[in-house]
């Protein structure tokens, strides 16, 4: 099996050093990067350490303020250097009926121009996305109808917005290729994988007969990211034995 890791999890050193975390990285059997942030490294440098590496980027998390028209292209240009064919969004305000409808808009408007350049766009979850904003609007429900977009489903925080994950899985099987397998308590507070009440192992099983890539995503950088990324990867290896 080939996992990924999201870049957001080893902050704690790549806000510094890019390039050599994706080193780091690599060496702890991760073959794909989810990049969440270049801290200003061109993308031609990023590509050359990925293939000297022996890596890929699955995806990368990338603000929806780089898909404006002023910047599109750029971001465009950027992501088809290092290799990247998936866009994922992750997060927003949506707290309200008129953010919601801006920012379907926005996804309607930039979906077609990225596939055009061979790009998929996407969006990534947290737990807010789940509950009702003040104003009766329900997130997901219209990013899932009034969108044709993928989702990246966060596995973690779907469980602590209330929801089943295993369920959800199954549910948007058709419009979910990658999922974030992630761990810790009902109450937000994340762990390693593993450590932990969120249903890894069985989000690991589910992800696998369903042909989902994994990513691991692991937040608190403690005592660091990169050891918190060595422990989720002997989770996995025992996962699959």
């Not at 910047?71 to 992501?79: L, M, N, P, S, W």
Request: net charge negative.
């Amino acid at each position: 099996m080939k996992y990924g890791l999201q870049m957001y999890s080893v902050r704690d050193v790549a806000q510094s050093d890019l390039l050599g975390t994706i080193e780091k990285v690599a060496a702890l059997g991760y073959h794909y990067a989810e990049f969440a942030g270049f801290f200003g490294i061109p993308a031609a440098d990023v590509k050359a350490k990925l293939d000297e590496c022996g890596m890929e980027v699955s995806s990368t998390h990338t603000g929806w303020q780089e898909l404006t028209d002023d910047v599109i292209d750029k971001t465009i240009e950027y992501h088809k250097t290092i290799g990247n064919s998936f866009i994922i969004i992750p997060g927003a305000d949506l707290s309200d009926q008129q953010k919601l409808d801006d920012f379907i808009a926005l996804v309607n408007k930039v979906q077609p121009v990225l596939a055009q350049a061979g790009i998929k766009l996407g969006y990534h979850n947290h737990a807010h996305e789940f509950k009702l904003n003040a104003d009766g609007s329900h997130i997901y429900e219209q990013l899932k109808s009034r969108t044709n977009m993928e989702l990246e489903i966060d596995t973690y925080w779907a469980y602590v917005g209330g929801q089943d994950p295993i369920a959800m899985m199954h549910e948007l099987k058709d419009r979910v290729h990658i999922i974030h397998i992630k761990d810790g308590s009902a109450d937000g507070h994340g762990t390693p994988l593993g450590m932990g009440t969120a249903p890894a192992a069985e989000v690991y099983k589910t992800a696998c007969e369903l042909g989902m890539q994994l990513i691991v995503e692991s937040e608190t950088c403690t005592p660091s990211g990169l050891e918190e990324a060595r422990i989720c990867m002997e989770f996995l290896k025992a996962q699959e034995k």
